[in-house]
Each structure stands twice: as C-alpha cells, then as structure tokens.
C-alpha cells in the first residue's frame, strides 16, 4: 500500500539556524500539507499546496516558512530562522482528489 | 474560525466493550468529518469520514454519526480490543475539496483495561 514518507526522522537544531524537512507524497495525489503538533497537543494545519501554488495557509505559516515542490515527487518545508517554539512534530499529508488526507510518520524537530 | 473540541480527554474501556468518542465543533458551514488514530510516535491514520448530506457511516467496527443541528460527531467502537488503545482525533473542513486545511480536535487517550 503506498504511503507518505518523511525525513528526516528527527532532526535537531540550533535557534537561528535553517531546517529542511523533506516529504514524498504518494505519487498520484494532487494536494499536500504541512501540519504540526506540538508536544501533547493537537494537529494544527500549517499550509496546503496544490498546482504549484499555496492553496491556503494557517496564521502559524508566516514570513519565516516556506514550501517548495523541487521535483516530480517531493514536497519540502523550510523554516528559515529557526526558534525554540518551532520545536514540534512535522506531519506531511496528501490527497488525490478526494477529501481524505493520508499523513506521514512525522519529522520530530528539536531547536536547542 | 472553526474550533474544534472533544468532550474528554481520556476514555478508560474494558477490552470488549464499545466505546464512544464525541467531538463537537462550531462552524455550521462545515461540510466534511474525518477521525484519525494516532499511535505513539506515528502519524495520524484515517479511521472513518463523513460529508454533511449523511448522519452516519459505518466501517469495519467503527461507526460515525453526525448531528448537524447540534454540531456533534461521535465515533463508536465496537468490541474494543487492546489494538485499539491510541489518541482519536476528530477534524473538520469546512470549505470541502482537497485543497483545505483540516481543523483538529484535541484528541481522546483511548484506554483499554483487560
């Protein structure tokens, strides 16, 4: 069964420094996301993507994130300056042209 | 904005009973209704959804019901077993299509006592 795939698994950081965290949706779904969840908290959305554009983007998506779709098969998010508050799971998703959303195994970012 | 809430945050059961989980949310132009599971350290993984022309849909054990006029989803679990200890998660769109951000509840630890 095809499944979103994420790396890394857990990536640390220095506060300041830029983090890539990488996806790979599965490969014939048309709309991808960016979510995270902090420590024992909900899933809050961070930003959806579909035809090369952002299609919507939550309050939490500022100047400091970006998202790109490099290539035919991955979908990356980078947070430019990183900050101790963006110490969180990263949950990628996607879907093709139905509503449900299948999520990855999440990226844990840690900024020290 | 859409909130999202659950009515508890942790659900003890006796393995082989049903539980029910409720959620409540506030948009009424919400239109779509999924409850994901999320094991430790994983990801979200979709259980069952349902759009707002229906009241109820039932999967392989699992059953959601919608009540639109109360803005009230409930996922009913039958026959827990031990499999099924995790954190559920309701979450809302409420501008249908792909391209929408789900809105999350806070989640329901799922508890299941032998």
């Known amino acids: 069964e095809p499944e979103v795939t994420q790396t890394p698994s857990h990536q640390v950081t220095q506060m300041g420094q830029e983090v890539i965290l990488r996806c790979v949706p599965i490969?014939?779904?048309?709309?991808f996301y960016w979510y995270r969840q902090i420590l024992g908290q909900k899933v809050e959305f961070l930003v959806s993507?579909?035809?090369?554009?952002?299609?919507?983007k939550s309050e939490i998506f500022d100047d400091q994130f970006s998202v790109e779709r490099p290539d035919g098969s991955n979908f990356t998010l980078k947070i430019r300056s990183t900050k101790l508050e963006d110490s969180a799971m990263y949950f990628c998703?996607?879907?093709?042209?139905?509503?449900?959303?299948?999520f990855g195994p999440g990226t844990r970012l840690t900024v020290t | 904005g859409e909130s999202v809430g659950l009515h508890l945050p942790t659900l003890s059961v006796q393995e082989g009973d049903n539980s029910i989980i409720n959620c409540a949310y506030s948009n009424s132009a919400s239109d779509y209704f999924i409850w994901y599971k999320q094991e430790s350290g994983k990801g979200p993984q979709f259980i069952i959804d349902?759009?707002?022309?229906?009241d109820k849909r039932q999967g392989q054990r699992v059953t959601v019901l919608l009540n639109k006029t109360v803005k009230h989803l409930s996922l009913q679990i039958a026959a827990t077993q031990p499999g099924d200890s995790a954190v559920y998660f309701c979450a809302v769109s409420h501008s249908g299509g792909g391209a929408d951000g789900l809105t999350f509840g806070k989640g329901t630890h799922l508890i299941i006592q032998p």
């Open positions: 998703a996607s879907t093709a042209d139905s509503y449900e959303q299948y």
């Open positions: 490969s014939n779904h048309l709309y």
């Open positions: 993507f579909y035809n090369n554009e952002i299609s919507e």
């Open positions: 349902i759009r707002s022309n229906m």
